[in-house]
């Protein structure tokens, strides 16, 4: 029986996209290795496993490459699911990305949706899609006391890669921080400035709890705005449930 390796990387897409490299490099042939993501701990009798740590350098000459042959709809398709939870994207973004290599036109592997792991790929980029859509939406902005925009989310999906650009075009002159609490995670936006990712840990969490005087006056316009809107005679907590999820509403500031 032929011995599988099993590369394990990291959850983030630099950390796929890293595998997808070591995998290709090792030479070891595609129906003999498989990709899987850390937080699947069960491991499996014959198969070999290489730990993958997250390489910016390889991850960058893999997304240019998808970019080069597969084009823009493809990098999209690859960066959307690696935001996704489900274990098995890893594997399935590594099987379309050697799919699209062996095509004459690259670009046409989205369109391969007979493909399994292409159908799962775009399966998982519509979900990320449509949950970071949504959140540009539900997302709900205090000011600090410093000026500076205050969010909080927690997603599913790791979301932040795909609103911030939304958010760096919409709000371009002002300072805002996006954090997801779940991953412990920051969307850092300076004023006409490019934004970044960092940990939550430079964060003080004190400080985040002391508003402006000027947004406790917004919180209460915005409460009676949404609260004078309101027919009592039309209420239907089914249907807001189906355009308003439970999940979105914890850190909306009318629901508090």
């Not at 699911?81 to 594997?91: E, F, G, I, L, V």
């Not at 449509?130 to 979301?159: I, K, S, T």
Request: some cysteine.
């Amino acid at each position: 029986m032929e011995m599988t390796t099993v590369f394990q990387c990291e959850e983030s897409l630099d950390g796929i996209l890293t595998g997808v490299y070591d995998a290709w490099a090792s030479r070891l042939g595609h129906k003999a290795v498989r990709l899987e993501t850390e937080a699947q701990a069960n491991l499996e009798l014959f198969c070999r496993y290489r730990q993958v740590p997250a390489d910016l350098e390889k991850a960058e000459k893999v997304l240019r490459t998808i970019r080069r042959r597969m084009g823009e709809e493809g990098e999209e398709a690859v960066c959307y699911a690696a935001a996704c939870r489900d274990p098995r994207r890893a594997d399935a973004i590594y099987r379309m990305i050697v799919l699209g290599l062996h095509l004459i036109d690259g670009r046409e592997a989205v369109n391969c949706l007979q493909n399994e792991a292409v159908s799962l790929v775009m399966k998982l980029r519509m979900k990320a899609w449509h949950e970071a859509h949504q959140l540009m939406g539900f997302v709900r902005f205090e000011e600090l006391e410093n000026g500076v925009l205050y969010a909080r989310v927690e997603p599913d999906c790791a979301a932040l890669p795909l609103m911030a650009p939304h958010f760096a075009d919409r709000y371009r002159q002002e300072n805002w921080v996006i954090h997801d609490v779940g991953r412990r995670q920051l969307a850092i936006h300076p004023a006409d400035r490019t934004w970044v990712l960092a940990e939550a840990d430079v964060l003080d969490a004190a400080y985040l709890e002391r508003r402006s005087p000027r947004e406790e006056e917004f919180v209460r316009l915005w409460k009676s705005f949404c609260e004078t809107i309101a027919i009592e005679e039309r209420r239907n907590p089914r249907c807001q449930r189906g355009m308003l999820p439970l999940h979105f509403r914890t850190y909306m500031t009318e629901f508090h």
